[in-house]
């Protein structure tokens, strides 16, 4: 097992988020559900600011697109070094030649939000990657959730994907422990194009993957070789649940 201080720096991460975003609902309870969602995003913006290099922006908002606007983004990472289109306090409206990372962000997911979710997502990382041939990094993230039945979340990314790399969902995390993300080669080899979703159960450290996945998309390179430092040691394939692929085959 990896040694435990490392595993508790991951679980530090979670306990965060969780701690952060039980703050405001400590004080208004349930009389302004829109308050309390939007704190629960402000909160995964905040830890994602914190670590991204200065050329990366963090907000929430659109991407224009020649086929017309994207949904409204819960986060959205945009490069800083292009002009944005509008820009007022964390609301942002970006062409889509600056999207980086398009994040949604959930209180609870239950099966049916889980699809229609999944779906938001790769049909806007489709519609911003089809404008300006780009792959911005997607993920699911919720606070929350109660099912841990990997099956279900392995079998919806693959149904909202659709097949097509455009569409890729790369990362989700669910509640504390269930996480999952796409891989284009198996991480143990060999370097062959494989296309696959796979699940883990990481107990009280799928917050931390998700954030720290985020991380690797968007700076492979310094991530990747200071991956002792990144990641636990032992990694989380000791924890993996199941797999599916991404096409059929």
Known sequence: MP?????????SITMELQALKNRVRHFIGNRHWLTDGEWKESVLRAVLRRHLPQSMG?????????KGPSTQIDILIYDRTKPVLYQDGDL??????????????KTHVEPAE????????????????HSAQC????????FDHDDDRHEILLGE???????????????????????????????????RQADIFRAYRLPEMAPAYFVHNIFEALCAESVLSN?????????????????ITMKDR
């Open 58 to 66: 963090v907000g929430s908002g659109f991407v224009i697109t020649p």
């Open 135 to 142: 792959r911005p990094v997607t993920g699911l993230f919720a």
């Open 114 to 129: 889980l699809r229609d979710a999944l779906r938001k997502l790769a049909d806007c990382r489709d519609l911003v990657s």
């Open 227 to 243: 991956n002792h430092i990144w990641y636990p040691t032992q990694g989380k394939e000791a924890y993996q649940l199941g797999e």
């Open 157 to 191: 990314l693959k149904d909202a994907v659709a097949g097509l790399s455009r569409r890729v969902v790369n990362c989700v995390a669910l509640g504390q422990n269930l996480f999952a993300r796409y891989w284009e080669c198996r991480p143990e080899g060999p370097r």
């Open 3 to 11: 040694p435990p201080d490392e595993l508790d720096y991951f679980r």
């Open 92 to 105: 942002l409206i970006v062409t889509a030649d600056l999207c980086l990372g398009i994040i949604e962000v």
